[in-house]
């Protein structure tokens, strides 16, 4: 919030008694367009955007909450004068934090230890690029000149906005459920931007899922059905399902998975905030071991809570045409023949598979992190929404090849009661008749249909979040 204005207005307020007050007087003559004396929102947003850089909807709208004192809707020059004083001690408490020894610079072993503390690992060669960014004197270290003035016109206010280029976003789905929990800001959670988020994720994950629906369920065919026949391909799958039930039998089992997004992704969350608090003292940062462990434990926590409709999902998509009507059939019929241990099938392979994924994510997106500062961050520690994509997709799909076998035996353990002759084996049953029939390939059968659904799992459900982020009116980061 205010990141922009904070970087544009909060240097030219650093040293008021050292600079003429018309420095405040220009810049407030830019923002007035029209001359009338004071600046609205439209006025606002049109001459930053003439400056290059233009202002989320809610930064516009905490400007005018925080700054008109007399609720007129505009800001008049002694609003914006005391609006740039208040949020100066801001400014100069952001330089402060970072400068460890209090020497008046920051230097590249302050960052590193900055970063540290709030749960972000680099090297010393990566501190440095950083500050190249904003040393320009070439003296390696960073003053409050230096600060200020690198900051007028760069969206970035404070080291901590590094970590946030680097936050995986919530509107990647790739149709898992076994992804770590995105972190929010306190600002965040006070101005409701957590929920916007999470609203705007779940609407993209729906539509994701729903887009790559027939893959997911060849996948699923392939992981319960493949060790009949050796033929069954990606060509012969699509043509055997299609023959079975016709095109709409391609999206068999979706509406469970997509129903299933909103009760796991608010029990995640919900676990994912409490185990952090247990985890973590007052006041300390979250850093990746943290992390890792709580959005772990709320995903089995999760996991727990939705796992019959994962069975339902299954069920349905090896079902038969006419087999069951929808989901609440699907259920009861379960629940008659089977009793309600049959909901929890799979149960144990897929809580293990929690760890696995969100331990090689983690490590694969950080290396891929490290790797792109020491070779491609020049004048921005910015990556770009491209290589965020791919660091992104990249890390979930070898998280996803890691606990693919634990994934392939739960799916064959929920759908081992519809498997005409199968023989109802545990975990480790099945996994040693998978390898003495299959050999170790068995163990991935399904995993290039999976692994197709990435790519457009992950670029739908970025174009839709984006835009569901605009809708409604979530700042951008």
């Known amino acids: 919030m205010l990141r922009w204005l904070l970087g544009v207005v909060l240097p030219a307020a650093?040293?008021?008694?050292?600079e003429p007050p018309t420095r405040y007087e220009t810049l407030f003559h830019k923002l007035d367009r029209n001359g009338d004396g004071v600046v609205d929102i439209c006025e606002l947003q049109e001459g930053l955007k003439s400056l290059g850089i233009p202002l989320g909807q809610d930064a516009e709208e905490k400007i005018f909450t925080t700054g008109d004192v007399n609720k007129d809707g505009k800001l008049d020059f002694e609003e914006f004068m005391k609006y740039l004083k208040d949020h100066e001690k801001q400014m100069k408490l952001a330089f402060k934090s970072l400068d460890k020894n209090n020497d008046g610079k920051i230097e590249a072993s302050e960052i590193v230890q900055s970063l540290q503390i709030l749960g972000l690992t680099i090297s010393k060669q990566q501190a440095e690029l950083i500050l190249q960014s904003i040393d320009a004197d070439g003296t390696m270290t960073v003053d409050w000149n230096e600060w200020r003035d690198?900051?007028?016109?760069?969206?970035?206010?404070?080291?901590e906005e590094i970590i946030r280029f680097w936050k995986h976003s919530t509107g990647i789905d790739i149709g898992d459920s076994l992804t770590v929990p995105d972190e929010f800001t306190e600002d965040e959670k006070k101005s409701g931007q957590?929920?916007?988020q999470l609203l705007a994720g779940g609407v993209a994950g729906a539509v994701s899922r729903t887009s790559t629906a027939p893959l997911d369920r060849l996948k699923v065919m392939m992981q319960v059905h493949g060790s009949k026949s050796e033929?069954?391909?990606i060509y012969g799958g699509f043509r055997q399902m299609v023959k079975e039930g016709g095109i709409r039998s391609l999206w068999r089992g979706n509406g469970t998975n997509v129903i299933k997004i909103a009760p796991e992704t608010a029990v995640k969350f919900w676990a994912y905030e409490q185990y952090k608090k247990l985890l973590t003292e007052e006041g300390q940062k979250v850093g990746t071991f943290e992390r890792f462990v709580s959005g772990s434990m709320a995903g089995a926590t999760?996991?727990?809570?939705?796992?019959?409709?994962?069975?339902?999902?299954?069920?349905?998509?090896?079902?038969?045409?006419?087999q069951y009507s929808g989901m609440f059939d699907c259920a009861k019929k379960i629940l008659k023949h089977e009793g309600m241990g049959a909901f929890y099938k799979g149960y144990v392979p897929n809580l293990l598979g929690i760890i696995p994924y969100a331990g090689i994510d983690l490590a694969v997106y950080e290396l891929l992190k490290s790797h792109w500062l020491d070779n491609f961050a020049k004048d921005s520690v910015n990556p770009g929404v491209v290589v965020l994509l791919g660091c992104g997709a990249l890390s979930s799909t070898c998280g996803q090849l890691a606990s693919y076998p634990l994934a392939l035996v739960r799916t064959r353990m929920q759908a081992q009661a519809m498997v005409e002759g199968a023989a109802q084996l545990n975990m480790v049953g099945l996994f040693r008749r998978i390898i003495s029939k299959e050999g170790i390939p068995g163990l991935y059968r399904g995993i290039t249909p999976n692994f197709m659904k990435v790519l457009p799992a992950v670029g739908i459900s970025y174009v839709v979040y984006e835009n569901m982020r605009q809708t409604l009116g979530v700042t951008q980061k």
């Open 194 to 196: 957590w929920w916007r």
């Open 302 to 322: 999760a996991q727990t809570l939705i796992y019959p409709m994962e069975v339902l999902k299954t069920r349905l998509a090896v079902g038969k045409t006419g």
């Open 231 to 233: 033929k069954m391909n």
């Open 14 to 18: 650093a040293c008021q008694d050292a």
């Open 150 to 159: 690198y900051f007028l016109f760069n969206p970035v206010t404070d080291i």
